[in-house]
């Protein structure tokens, strides 16, 4: 069964660390600039913690974690009534006839298929899970791209990589970790509602 709890920005889009770190050698060298004095702007960011911290990510992981429940808890429920007849179909198998015995095996073999094709339709290559992941995460990523395109124009940065996507072994002390800026810039957008007031107003005693 599909794992919601383990996403990343790659799964839904954005690029392969190891390209970027290619495409940003190749530039430079491309430029005829010896890459150890190339006056770049580098900077960073974790995904993984962005998703984490961010509350629109949290909640789409949320939302997803709890179709998925759903789901398992149809699937038991199959697996539990396709166990409940089997075990029956074997405790009777010597009092019915031949006739009866057959359609309980039949009736069997159905529950089993339709189980089976119930977690294919679910959990499958092309199934409903990886389509409701796209539907509740791709709008999250794209607001994240979108902050970190705009922390880079801003900022001027010529590349940002992801530490996640990529085996980075070394990352000098000014290699900036933009991936608080990314949080902040995403989370002006984020409404906080206020817990709604408690405070009952004081009676007052009626005159004589």
């Known amino acids: 069964m599909f794992n919601f709890s383990k996403l990343s920005l790659t799964e839904v889009g954005v690029k392969n660390f190891k390209t970027w770190i290619v495409a940003a050698l190749a530039i430079v060298i491309f430029c005829g600039v010896n890459p150890a004095s190339a006056q770049l702007k580098l900077g960073y960011i974790d995904s993984q913690r962005i998703l984490e911290k961010y509350k629109e990510a949290q909640d789409a992981q949320k939302q997803l974690q709890e179709i ?21 179909l074997e405790s009777q198998a010597l009092l019915l006839s031949d006739e009866r015995k057959k359609e309980k095996e039949t009736e069997l073999q159905n529950l089993n ?21 796209a539907e509740l995460m791709q709008p999250v990523i794209d607001k994240i791209n979108t902050s970190i ?43 906080t509602t206020k817990p709604a007031s408690t405070t009952t107003k004081p009676t007052t005693k009626p005159r004589d």
């Open 68 to 88: 998925n429940r759903r789901w398992e808890d149809e699937a038991k429920n199959m697996q539990q009534e396709l166990q409940s007849k089997l075990e029956e």
């Open 113 to 133: 298929i339709r189980m089976q094709q119930f977690q294919q339709e679910k959990w499958g290559n092309q199934g409903e899970a990886f389509a409701k992941r």
């Open 149 to 191: 395109k705009k922390l880079g124009v801003e900022e001027k940065f010529d590349y940002i990589f992801d530490v996640v996507n990529g085996n980075i072994l070394h990352v000098g002390a000014t290699q900036p970790d933009l991936t608080e800026k990314v949080l902040e810039e995403l989370n002006k957008s984020v409404v």
